[in-house]
C-alpha cells in the first residue's frame, strides 16, 4: 500500500503503529464513519506487526472444533484456569493496578465465547480443525496453564489473520476516508488544555529493507496531525533488551545476560514512554511473557533473531548442568514457572534431549515463516507432516542450527553437549547427571503405572485424539537405538510480550493517576497490556495475545 502525504493537518482518528490491534481499531472507526490516519515509523512492508510472524494462536472457549473433537470446555473453566494463572493481587493497596485488568479479563473470555468466532468467520478467516494444548501446565501441581486444549490455529497463520484488515485498509484509502503515514515517528502526543488532540514527530528517509530488519534512524524532516482522538498502538519492549532486563521482575530471579529476541529491535516501548508523558498511567510495567524454549534462528533477519520450539511433552528437559528439571516444568507446560527456577539456579540455557522419533513428531517451531504449509495453506505439504522425517523448518535447524546436536551414540552426545554448553566460566554439564536424567525418565516412560509427573502426562496427552494425532510420539526410551540419533537442544530465554501497560478502561480509553480518562487517548493491544494494563497478571494463557489485540482494537474502534 502506497504512504499518502501527510500535508492535511486533521483527522477524526489517529492511530499510531500498524500491528494487529491498530488495524483492528483503524478498520473498526472506518466502518462507523470516521477518517483515520495511520502513523507508522517503519515502512510498509511492515504492516501487521509482530502479529504477521505468529503461529496465529488463538484462545477461543466452547468452539465447534473442541466439541468436534470430544473436549468439554466451558465459560466457568476458562475463567478459573485465568484467574488461577493470572493470580491478580495488585488491589487497593497495590494501587488498584489489577482494577481494570480483571473487568478485561472478565470480558475477554465473554468475546472468545461468544463473539470471536463468528466475527472471523465474517471476515473469512477459518481455523484449522485440530485445536491444540499449548501451556497445559494447569493439571500438574503447581502447574499454571489450560486445563483444556484451547489453541485454535488461524488457517494461514498470522498473515491469514491480519489479510482482512489490510484489504479493508487499502479499500479505504481508495476511497480517501484513511490515509497512510509510513516511515513517521510519533515522538510527542500533541495537548490542548488536558486533551490529546494529535502527534508530532521525525519523518523518517526511505526504506526498503525486508520485514523486521532494522531499518534507517535518518530524519528528514518533522511533522504534525491534529484529531479528535489518538489510539496508541505501539506494542510493547521485547526487542529492547536493556528495557526487559531493567523491568525483570525479582519474583523471576535473576535477568538472564544471555537472552534471543523474539521480536525486531523496534519493538522498544517508546509509545508507552510518549503516552505516560502525556498523562497516561504506566501499571504492572515488571510482568512479562518470555519463553525458556528459545533457539537461535540460523537464518536470521532482526539481530539476535529467536525461535520458539512448540515442544510435545516427551523430550528430556536439563539445566545448565545436566539435571532433570521438577515439576511441572515439562516441554510444553509451564513457561514462567520454568524460566524462574531456570533464573533461580544461575541456568543462562538449558537442554532438550530427545531422539528422532520425538523431533519428527512433537517439534513445531513458533512463527509464520516457520510453517510454510500452514501459513500457505496447503493441503499437500500439512499432509506430509504424517510422513517419516522432520519437518523442513525443523530439518534445516537440524542441518544449519547452531544450537542443535545430532548423534550417533551416547558418549558423541555428552561430548559436543560439554563443548557448547561451556560457560565463559568454565562450567558445563555433568555427564553423570545428564545420564541419571536419561534413565529416570525412560525407566518411568516404560513403567505404565509409574506415578512420575512426566510420563502420567505423555500418557494422558496421547489420550486426546488432537495431541495423538500429530503432536505426541509414541512413548519410548531415549536410550532406544530404535528411534535414533540422539538429539539435543541448547535453549536460551527469548523475549516476547509485556503484559502490563497503558492502564484503559473498558471503551480502551487511557486512564490517568486520578484513574479518570486522559481526554482524546486510547491505547490497544500490547501497548494495554492488552487491556486494561495487564489483563493476563503475572501469566497468560496461551492463544490470548492476538485475542487480546483483536478486543481491544475492536472496543477502541467502537469508541473513538
Known amino acids: 500500500m502506497a504512504a499518502h502525504d501527510t500535508d492535511t493537518p486533521s483527522t477524526d482518528v489517529i492511530v499510531v503503529g500498524s500491528g494487529l490491534a491498530g488495524l483492528v481499531a483503524a478498520c473498526t472507526a472506518l466502518d462507523r464513519g470516521r477518517t483515520v490516519t495511520l502513523v507508522e515509523q517503519e515502512g510498509p512492508q511492515s504492516i501487521g506487526g509482530q502479529a504477521f510472524w505468529s503461529f496465529g494462536g488463538l484462545f477461543l472457549v466452547d468452539s465447534p472444533e473442541q466439541r468436534r473433537l470430544g473436549i468439554e470446555d466451558s465459560l466457568e473453566l476458562a475463567w478459573q484456569d485465568w484467574e488461577h494463572t493470572a493470580g491478580f493481587d495488585r488491589d487497593e493497596d497495590a494501587g488498584d493496578q489489577d482494577h481494570w485488568a480483571r473487568r478485561w479479563a472478565d470480558a475477554y473470555l465473554d468475546f472468545a465465547h461468544r463473539d470471536l468466532r463468528p466475527w472471523l468467520r465474517e471476515l473469512g478467516v477459518s481455523l484449522f480443525p485440530v485445536v491444540g494444548h499449548a501451556e497445559r501446565g494447569a493439571r500438574t501441581e503447581g502447574g499454571h496453564g489450560n486445563t483444556v486444549p484451547r489453541f485454535h490455529i488461524v488457517w494461514g497463520t498470522g498473515p491469514g489473520l491480519v489479510a482482512p484488515f489490510t484489504r479493508r485498509l487499502r479499500d479505504a484509502v481508495r ?8 516511515r ?3 515522538t510527542e502526543l500533541l495537548t490542548d488544555d488536558g486533551r490529546v488532540v494529535g502527534v508530532a514527530g521525525e519523518r523518517l528517509a526511505s526504506d526498503v529493507t525486508v520485514r523486521g530488519e532494522p531499518s534507517s534512524r535518518e530524519v528528514v524532516g518533522e511533522f504534525a496531525l491534529r484529531a479528535e482522538s489518538v489510539v496508541v498502538a505501539t ?12 523491568l525483570w521482575p525479582a519474583s523471576l530471579g535473576t535477568a538472564p545476560t544471555e537472552a534471543v ?12 514512554r510518549i503516552a505516560a508523558a502525556a498523562g497516561a498511567r504506566l501499571v504492572n510495567g515488571d510482568r512479562m511473557w518470555h519463553y525458556t524454549e528459545g533457539i537461535k534462528n540460523w537464518d536470521p533477519i532482526w539481530p539476535d533473531h529467536g525461535i520458539r520450539i512448540l515442544s510435545g511433552p516427551s523430550s528430556l528437559w536439563v539445566d545448565h548442568l545436566g539435571r532433570r528439571l521438577p515439576s511441572p516444568n515439562y516441554p510444553g507446560f509451564d513457561t514462567l514457572s520454568t524460566l524462574k527456577h531456570l533464573r533461580e539456579v544461575g ?14 513428531k512433537e517439534f513445531t517451531l513458533s512463527g509464520s515463516e516457520q510453517n510454510p504449509d500452514l501459513t500457505g495453506r496447503s493441503i499437500p505439504k500439512l499432509l506430509q507432516k504424517v510422513l517419516p522425517g522432520a519437518p523442513a523448518p525443523v530439518q534445516a535447524f537440524l542441518d544449519h542450527g547452531e544450537d542443535f546436536i545430532v548423534a550417533h551414540s551416547l558418549t558423541e552426545l555428552l561430548d559436543r553437549m560439554e563443548q557448547l554448553g561451556r560457560g565463559a566460566d568454565g562450567t558445563t554439564i555433568d555427564r553423570e547427571a545428564v545420564v541419571a536424567a536419561i534413565e529416570e525418565r525412560d525407566s518411568a516412560v516404560d513403567d505404565p503405572a509409574s506415578t512420575d ?3 502420567v502426562e505423555i500418557r494422558r496427552a496421547r489420550e486426546y485424539l488432537g495431541d495423538r494425532l500429530i503432536r ?43 484513574g479518570q480518562p486522559v481526554p482524546g487517548l486510547f491505547a490497544v493491544g500490547e501497548a494495554a497490556g492488552f487491556g486494561g494494563g495487564g489483563v493476563h497478571g503475572y501469566r497468560a494463557l496461551e492463544g490470548t495475545f492476538l485475542g487480546g489485540c483483536l478486543h481491544t ?7 473513538v
Open 175 to 182: 476511497d480517501g476516508s484513511a490515509r497512510l503515514a509510513f
Open 235 to 246: 506494542g510493547g519492549i521485547g526487542g529492547e533488551l536493556d528495557r526487559v532486563r531493567e
Open 261 to 272: 529476541r523474539g521480536v525486531p529491535v523496534h519493538v522498544d516501548g517508546a509509545g508507552l
Open 347 to 360: 541456568a543462562e540455557h538449558s537442554w532438550f534431549v530427545l531422539t528422532r522419533s520425538i523431533i519428527e
Open 472 to 514: 505426541t510420539a509414541a512413548p519410548h526410551r531415549i536410550l532406544d537405538e530404535r528411534h535414533w540419533p540422539l538429539i539435543a537442544v541448547r535453549l536460551r530465554t527469548l523475549t516476547r510480550k509485556t503484559l502490563g501497560g497503558i492502564q484503559t478502561d473498558l471503551d480502551s480509553r487511557a486512564l490517568g493517576a486520578d
Open 184 to 186: 513517521h515517528r510519533v
Open 553 to 559: 482494537g475492536l472496543r477502541a474502534g467502537r469508541a
Open 453 to 455: 509427573p512426566q510420563a
